[in-house]
């Protein structure tokens, strides 16, 4: 089964709210990934945890929290976010192996308002 | 530094020709190269990938990709295109080296959008 979901696949939202987006694996793949991807672009990495622990921050702004609560699931805390934050969030998983195959979700769109 | 160029941001075939769509990298080794696809608002999907070992690599819905290390190039191949070919492509590279300061670190290229016309 390689499968990443995630939930909601549709979020609208005010700059004054707060929501998450949520991920979940069942791979028992031990890294897991947050990309952000604008419109007729390619995904641009935001965050790694490997083993559960924040790995790389790609210099992401702080109204974007990430949690990792076991090795299966993966969230991402939004607050406070600008309209341009708007996109489509990729939640991904892989071994923590050089080559190893990266899984992609469905992905999140987020549309800030 | 790692980098990834596809030629041609859009590309369109016919119905049943060949497909190629071009990407060249550039790294002092070579990395690992992966194409992925990206149907319309869908995830990435793994077509193929090279890690080491037969230069010539099939993947899934008939594509193949060629890893040519004197052109520094991985171009993908498909001998006859069908409608449901059209989407976004891209060729990504990955690190070589282990460890968490490059886990996950997928280097994109622009994306190429083939077109298939009836």
């Known amino acids: 089964d390689t499968e990443v979901t995630q939930t909601p696949k549709h979020l609208v939202m005010g700059m004054t709210n707060k929501k998450s987006l949520k991920c979940e694996q069942h791979m028992g793949h031990r890294a897991m990934y947050w990309y952000k991807q604008k419109a007729k672009k390619p995904p641009e990495l935001m965050f790694v945890y490997s083993y559960e622990k924040l790995s790389i921050n790609e210099s992401v702004p702080s109204r974007f929290s990430p949690e990792c609560p076991n090795s299966s699931l993966l969230n991402l805390h939004l607050h406070a976010l600008q309209p341009e934050d708007s996109a489509l969030y990729l939640c991904?998983?892989?071994?923590?192996?050089?080559?190893?195959?990266?899984?992609f979700g469905e992905g999140s769109w987020l549309t800030v308002v | 530094a790692q980098s990834v160029t596809q030629l041609g941001s859009h590309v369109s075939v016919s119905e049943g020709a060949l497909v190629l769509l071009r990407c060249n990298y550039s790294?002092?080794?070579?990395?690992?190269l992966f194409w992925y696809v990206q149907y319309p608002n869908q995830g990435l999907q793994l077509l193929l990938k090279?890690?080491?070992?037969?230069?010539l690599v099939k993947g899934i819905n008939g594509f193949e990709a060629e890893f040519k290390k004197s052109e520094t190039s991985f171009h993908l191949t498909k001998p006859s295109a069908h409608m449901s070919d059209a989407a976004e492509y891209f060729c990504?590279?990955?690190?070589?080296?282990?460890?968490?300061?490059?886990?996950?670190?997928?280097?994109f290229g622009q994306g190429t959008t083939l077109q298939v016309k009836p």
């Open positions: 090279y890690t080491t070992g037969a230069t």
């Open positions: 991904a998983s892989s071994q923590e192996v050089p080559g190893n195959t990266i899984y």
């Open positions: 990504a590279v990955s690190p070589l080296a282990y460890g968490s300061s490059n886990t996950g670190k997928l280097i």
């Open positions: 790294s002092s080794v070579p990395p690992y």
